[in-house]
Each structure stands twice: as structure tokens, then as C-alpha cells.
């Protein structure tokens, strides 16, 4: 199959409830696999789902609501598949500081690549799924390399509902500073 990319724009739900527990609606149109929709709730857990692609969920039972936290605790789920993530929290360069992923046979990284975009990257096949450059009014841009599948595309996909800002040297240390800060119970 041949490349293409495809925008995810946010949809905002029409009722008052459901505004409350959703912290972010995308949807768009990816190629030939069809209408796709990200769902991210305040309750720690985004689901995918899409026409041509593989039901795909993340989810973790601690952390705040929003973007779902990458640590031993979080679960994902692709086509009823179950992967396991892996991070190294101290790593300083960019290849080690992605999110490592085993997903049946499949070994991938979720990092924030040389091209100065996240991607998605098989450990055989490189780089599979990029986020691209995003228009005005475009949530985010997505970018499907040659080589993807549906698998590959639902895994990017449902990354996006994770909390990225591990990604960057200076997002990883925000993010230390952030836990080191919270990790105290409240004693004195």
C-alpha cells in the first residue's frame, strides 16, 4: 500500500454530560481504512475505534485525568491483543527515552524521532507512523508510511491518547521534577 496522511480534528460532544466526562473527541478519515474516532475520557482510558482497523484501547488506573499515564500500571490493548510497555525514565538520549512496545511478535518504539516529529517505529521495518505538520483548525496530522498496516496504524492511534511529554529531554525532566514533588504523602 501507498503512503498517505490524514487530519484528526476534535469533535465536541453535543451534551452537557458527556462533555464533562470526555477530555478529548478526534475523528477523522484515515485513507482506505475509513472513518476512525479517539475517544480520551477523564476516567484514565482512550478507546479507538474505526472501520477498517482494530478496535484498540489504553487505559491506567492511577495518574491524573487526561492523557493516560505510561508506567508499569497502563494496559494497552490492540485488536484483543495485549502489549507491554516499557520506558526508560533516565535515559538522555532520544531513541532511548521512547516508549518501547511488544505487541504479540511486534516490537516497536513510540518515540519522538529525528525528523523533530513523534513516530512509531518497528524494530524491522522503521519508522511506520509519523505525526505530521498540523494545519490551522487540525488537531493533529497523521502520517502513514508505505510499509504500515492497520495493526501499525491502530498503535499510533491509541498512543495518542498517552501522556507524551516523556518524549522530549525537557519533558522527561519536567515530568521527574513533577513526580519527585507529588510522591510525598502529606507527612511532615
Known amino acids: 500500500m501507498s503512503g498517505f496522511s490524514f487530519d484528526l480534528v476534535e469533535r465536541v460532544p453535543e451534551r452537557r454530560r458527556e462533555r464533562k466526562d470526555i477530555f478529548l473527541h478526534l475523528v477523522g478519515t484515515a485513507g482506505p481504512y475509513g472513518e476512525v474516532s479517539l475517544k480520551i ?4 482510558e482512550a478507546t479507538l475505534v474505526g472501520d477498517g482497523l482494530p478496535y484498540a484501547e489504553i487505559s491506567n488506573l ?6 493516560v499515564a505510561v508506567d508499569e500500571h ?19 538520549r532520544m531513541e532511548d527515552r521512547g516508549i518501547s512496545i511488544v505487541l504479540g511478535d511486534r516490537h516497536y518504539t513510540y ?10 517505529r518497528d524494530s524491522e521495518r522503521g519508522p511506520v507512523v509519523r505525526k505530521g505538520d498540523t494545519p490551522a483548525g487540525v488537531e493533529m496530522t497523521m502520517v502513514v508510511l508505505p510499509d504500515a498496516d492497520a495493526t501499525d ?13 516523556v518524549l522530549t529531554i525537557g519533558g522527561a ?13 502529606g507527612k511532615w
Request: proline letters at 2%.
Open 153 to 165: 496504524l491502530a498503535l499510533a492511534l491509541i498512543m495518542q491518547g498517552a501522556d507524551r511529554v
Open 74 to 92: 497502563t494496559q494497552v490493548t490492540v485488536g484483543g491483543v495485549a502489549a507491554r510497555l516499557f520506558r526508560n525514565r533516565r535515559a538522555l
Open 111 to 120: 518515540l519522538f524521532g529525528p525528523t523533530g516529529h513523534e513516530e512509531l
Open 173 to 185: 525532566i519536567v515530568s521527574g521534577v513533577m513526580s519527585f514533588l507529588n510522591s510525598s504523602k
Open 41 to 44: 475520557t477523564n476516567d484514565r
Open 62 to 67: 492511577f495518574g491524573a485525568s487526561g492523557y
